[in-house]
């Protein structure tokens, strides 16, 4: 209640900006919580921005959501797109997305929301990022990555929705060769899954181009087993 009433007693918005930062920087949790819910009052300025910040770094969802807008611009917008993507939060990134982010935006890992959300397996946030315009270098991103962490699901949604072929039997390969990597044994029965339906993709893309018995066909190209 002390700190209560001391923090509730600033009323220059930069000294409360000031503080946040220092409270932050001196993990002083309940005076960090106390001047961000003060700077919900301050919508639209370096104090907002800077909460927003915080509650970014501290995985604050409920935070995050009532800080995000469209005037807090684009590079604030793009980062949280990638937390809210990376975490699952759907309704956050519907909203984040909603306020003028950018899906195709790249982080300084050269990665994209749709990679992370890919990565951690969550279907209906990558179908929303698809949806709202994920391009083709970002889906063949996150088709790979989903190959290499075994997300099944993820594989099926992404090679059905604009995937070229040659990327379809790209990730092919590298499912074949992940399923007889001894340390990935423990995923043995997803690369399967993935195998068997990407297979599936080249022998009905083969049958299309003209080509006769192309299941078996694609079997023995890539080395799998009939």
């Not at 009433?5 to 930069?14: K, M, P, R």
């Not at 935070?63 to 980062?79: A, R, W």
């Not at 909603?98 to 990558?126: H, P, R, W």
């Not at 990935?184 to 006769?212: H, M, P, T, W």
């Amino acid at each position: 209640p002390v700190v209560s009433t001391l923090v509730n007693s600033l009323i220059d918005i930069d000294l409360m900006r000031e503080a946040l930062l220092k409270a932050y920087s001196s993990q002083k949790t309940e005076i960090v919580q106390i001047l961000v819910e003060k700077a919900k009052e301050h919508l639209n300025s370096n104090f907002a921005n800077d909460a927003l910040i915080i509650s970014l770094a501290r995985e604050s969802e409920g935070d995050v959501m009532h800080f995000i807008n469209p005037s807090i611009g684009s590079e604030l917008l793009n980062k949280s797109l990638f937390f809210a993507a990376s975490r699952g939060y759907l309704d956050l990134t519907q909203k984040i997305i909603e306020s003028g982010a950018d899906v195709n935006a790249k982080d300084n890992l050269k990665n994209t929301a749709l990679y992370y959300a890919a990565q951690k397996g969550f279907t209906e946030i990558v179908q929303l990022l698809i949806n709202e315009g994920a391009d083709e270098d970002s889906k063949k991103n996150a088709l790979k990555f989903s190959v290499m962490c075994g997300q099944s699901a993820i594989v099926k949604l992404l090679a059905e929705n604009g995937i070229d072929q040659e990327t379809v039997d790209e990730a092919l390969k590298l499912a074949i060769r992940n399923s007889k990597n001894m340390y990935l044994r423990a995923n043995q029965s997803l690369y399967n899954e993935i195998i068997d339906f990407l297979q599936g993709k080249v022998s009905i893309n083969e049958e299309d181009s003209g080509g006769a018995a192309g299941g078996g066909r694609a079997r023995r190209r890539f080395g799998a087993a009939p």
